[in-house]
């Protein structure tokens, strides 16, 4: 029967019956002790962690979730549990630990959740291979413990990956920066996105945020990644670029002038331009930047309706002149 079910499981067929046939085999021997003097020492290696009926019930309702589930079938999952089934029923000592190590933290998790967001929840975090063993453990313990409504949040956030990227990164951070407590078992996740996002995700944010969703979105990501930043800025990704983050915070009292500009439609790539620090961060461009938003914002404060600004002649900039394309788009409160 062993060799059956390895049979089965290796070309894909249904083994359930066979796992239930062989549990309750086991389980028969484990109930008549007399008998273990007479079994191969592997057998009886094999009994010190015989699987009871509910735990084979639990890792069935496992695979079949991850073999339905609606967001495509998470492979990693059914794999892992067809390793620890072979390791329990057929032979001991096949299974890796950390994967081992990890089916246990889903069987417990099925134990104390019974709601499909929980469950589902914790198949994503075993399917994604891009945190630690341990940090996915951690996300297991910690989700019977988290209140409902970010749970259900939480899922409709990530179930959105696949089709809408950038959104998620941007709902995710909003998310995790409000519920600091939870932040650290799912930062990974987040990080691992915005890596493979990469300058894509600060192209979609200019394009399709406001000047003050800009900068509450990295205001988020500072709050979610405030320590990360500081210990490896090198290898960020780039909307995790520090340089970015001391730009956005020189822009807080510019906001009125930024909102402003922004409603004319001819100035949308002068804001992009402003929101983003011009040239890169790294070149003279902020610094005429700034300069530049402090004459707005004065002449906002004076109440003077027009200003017939021309940059070139202020500041000498062709740079400035040809990204900018601010003549004639300078109209204030």
């Known amino acids: 029967m062993q060799q059956i079910l390895l049979s089965q499981i290796q070309s894909g067929q249904s083994s359930t019956d066979t796992e239930l046939s062989l549990q309750a085999c086991g389980s028969a021997f484990l109930r008549t002790p007399w008998l273990r003097s007479s079994l191969d020492s592997s057998l009886v290696k094999l009994f010190n962690d015989w699987p009871s009926l509910e735990d084979v019930g639990y890792l069935h309702s496992i695979r079949n979730l991850a073999k339905t589930s609606s967001t495509g079938k998470m492979w990693e999952v059914v794999k892992n549990v067809n390793e620890y089934m072979i390791n329990c029923l ?92 939870s932040v650290t078992c799912w930062r990974p996740i987040l990080r691992q996105m915005l890596d493979s996002q990469g300058q894509k995700l600060i192209d979609y944010a200019l394009a399709n945020l406001n000047a003050y969703e800009w900068v509450q979105l990295l205001s988020n990501l500072r709050k979610v990644f405030e320590k990360e930043m500081k ?103």
């Not at 009292?253 to 620090?277: H, K, N, W």
């Open 90 to 181: 057929v032979q001991s000592g096949t299974i890796l630990t950390g994967t081992k190590i990890l089916v246990k933290a889903l069987l417990t998790l099925w134990k104390r959740a019974a709601d499909s967001d929980r469950r589902w929840l914790a198949l994503s975090v075993v399917q994604s291979q891009i945190i630690t063993t341990n940090f996915r453990c951690r996300c297991l313990n910690q989700l019977p413990q988290l209140p409902d409504g970010f749970v259900y949040s939480l899922r409709l956030i990530i179930q959105n990956y696949d089709e809408a990227p950038d959104v998620t990164c941007i709902d995710l951070a909003t998310l995790l920066a409000a519920n600091e407590s």
């Open 231 to 333: 210990d490896e800025p090198i290898s960020f990704p780039a909307i995790l670029n520090p340089e970015l983050y001391r730009w956005v915070s020189n822009l807080e009292m510019y906001m009125p002038i930024i909102s402003q500009l922004e409603t004319d439609v001819r100035c949308i790539p002068a804001v992009r331009c402003i929101l983003i620090g011009g040239d890169g961060l790294y070149g003279h461009l902020v610094l005429t930047l700034e300069e530049m938003l402090c004459i707005l914002t004065f002449k906002m404060n004076g109440k003077i309706h027009w200003l017939p600004i021309s940059v070139s002649s202020l500041y000498k900039s062709g740079l400035f002149m040809n990204a900018l394309n601010f003549e004639g788009c300078m109209r204030c409160a």
